[in-house]
């Protein structure tokens, strides 16, 4: 009989995965790892927001990647700085200014390293019904979506002679992305966010013909990673953030390796 | 304005951190015929076009389409990055829903048959082009907007884009709005050339427009009198069996009077 802490923590984990999967995608075909990292790292913050202001600490979490991406979007047209170092600047101070926060708030006990790395088997079934509903949400964002957002990330400009509305495509991806960190801080923590979003991915790549098969391959490998991270974290003992990603990047190397061997064998020149 | 007009821009002036790009540019296509918008690097080709397609404002003057105009584009350098596994066929239904029959058509009629199922990223310059071609043929267009077609494209793979890209002309009727660099194909395979330097130079039959001297000032007297000669040795075209065809009648492309080719 499964421990029905284990039960929450597999549904919670896989809902974030298989969404994870799809949007990772996006996040690898726009060259956004690093977007995402900004937004995640500033989750803390949010988080310390929301419970400072008694509101709910996902729904300042939201606020706050929300923020930070738009600022993002408003530096960048400054063109005085690289958008990585602008970034990197946004990323790392979000960062201390929201461990800072969570020192500084009198008598409230937050579990930073949960924040930090993640603590899914510690999921309530109130977390669950937030995973859910967003997870919904962005499921259903990700399918009505997923046509304009591929157009527009193959070539933008030919998506909007076509008819695609490109500037609201881009905002809504952002949007959801602000959404996934949200839940996915839960599972594998602010730090870990992006592996989730990038690895899984990278690894379909080696495997896929064509972005849908991609994009469902990402998210299967993404709840197997979840599914045998908390298997390896409750046999071995390591924490479960941490355990997933390990699993999610095993998965990787496996895949390069075979596309790697497979390519070698076909013996064509590398393109 | 005459009726079949496909689109017209008047007056269009766009600045940009102080530059004028576009000064007062005046541009039209009609149904069959073949527009090509010449000009040095960065005497604003393609800001035109894409202000003609509506992908950029402009200061001042105006855009029009005719009502319901279905556009097909292929823009300048579109590469397809191998970070996205795409099949040719996949790419041609970004652009809608079409069954199989109508992807290998389309195809065909690109010459590029059996390549349903290549991915994107291992194709040619050449092939590239015309997948993006087909693309916009997809959308049965009444004019094809093509900036510039012909680059990472080797010569012969040009000339042989250039016979494509008329004889789809010939069979649709749909206008074409190209930008190019490539003078001497152009000037061989053009109805109309607008010669641009953020204002029009000069713009008309291909024969009238090199011996412009606005066109001559800007692209060297030795290039425009090559140019010349080549007309004079183009002004017909030859079937696959190397036979001397004539051109339909508005293509009215006649020897350079003597002295005229540079002047």
Request: hydrophobic share 50%; charged share 15%; aromatic share 6%.
């Amino acid at each position: 009989m499964m421990e029905d802490f284990i039960l929450r923590a597999l549904i919670g984990g896989t809902s974030v995965a298989v969404i994870a999967g799809p949007l990772g995608c996006f996040v690898v075909w726009r060259r956004m790892a690093y977007f995402g990292a900004t937004m995640s790292h500033s989750a803390l913050l949010g988080a310390a927001l929301g419970i400072a202001v008694g509101a709910d600490p996902t729904a300042g979490t939201i606020a706050v990647c929300i923020a930070i991406a738009l600022v993002v979007v408003f530096m960048e047209s400054g063109r005085l700085l690289a958008s990585d170092t602008v970034m990197g600047i946004l990323a790392h101070s979000a960062l201390a200014y929201g461990v800072a926060a969570i020192a500084l708030m009198p008598g409230v006990r937050v579990d930073l390293m949960g924040y930090l790395f993640g603590d899914v088997l510690a999921i309530g079934w109130g977390d669950i019904r937030v995973i859910a509903a967003i997870g919904f949400a962005l499921g259903v964002g990700i399918v009505t979506l997923w046509r304009p957002l591929l157009s527009v990330t193959v070539d933008e400009e030919l998506a909007r002679v076509e008819g695609v509305r490109a500037a609201a495509a881009r905002v809504a991806l952002m949007l959801m992305l602000a959404l996934l960190v949200a839940v996915g801080m839960k599972v594998v923590g602010i730090l870990l966010i992006v592996s989730l979003l990038v690895i899984p991915p990278a690894a379909a790549r080696m495997i896929s013909a064509t972005p849908e098969g991609m994009a469902l391959k990402s998210a299967l490998l993404a709840a197997a990673s979840v599914a045998l991270g908390m298997s390896l974290s409750l046999t071995a003992d390591v924490p479960a953030g941490p355990a997933i990603v390990i699993v999610a990047s095993l998965f990787f190397a496996l895949l390069f390796l075979l596309r790697r061997g497979f390519d070698g064998l076909s013996a064509r020149p590398p393109t | 304005m005459r009726n079949d007009a496909l689109l017209r821009g008047t007056g269009l002036c766009l600045a940009y951190n102080g530059r004028q790009i576009l000064d007062h540019v005046d541009i039209g296509v009609d149904r069959g015929e073949v527009v090509t918008v010449v000009g040095l690097n960065g005497c604003g080709k393609s800001t035109l076009v894409r202000a003609l397609l509506g992908l950029t404002r402009v200061d001042s003057g105006a855009v029009w389409h005719r009502p319901g105009l279905r556009i097909g584009y292929t823009p300048q350098r579109m590469k397809m990055d191998p970070v996205m596994p795409m099949t040719v066929a996949r790419f041609l239904r970004l652009g809608g829903r079409y069954d199989d029959g109508r992807l290998a058509a389309a195809l065909d009629e690109v010459e590029l048959n059996g390549t349903l199922h290549a991915q994107m990223s291992k194709l040619s310059g050449g092939e590239f082009n015309r997948v993006a071609l087909a693309r916009a043929l997809l959308r049965d267009p009444d004019i094809l907007v093509l900036d510039e077609p012909l680059s990472s494209v080797d010569y012969v793979g040009q000339v042989r884009l250039y016979e494509l890209i008329e004889s789809i002309r010939r069979r649709r009727g749909c206008g074409v709005l190209m930008v190019s660099h490539d003078l001497h194909l152009v000037i061989s395979a053009t109805n109309t050339v607008v010669c641009l330097n953020h204002h029009v130079c000069c713009s008309g039959r291909p024969r009238e427009v090199i011996g412009n001297p606005e066109f001559v000032a800007l692209f060297g007297r030795r290039l425009a009198e090559s140019l010349a000669l080549y007309v004079h040795q183009h002004d017909h075209s030859h079937d696959a069996s190397g036979r001397v065809v004539s051109e339909p009648g508005d293509r009215d492309v006649r020897p350079p009077a003597p002295g005229n080719g540079g002047a």
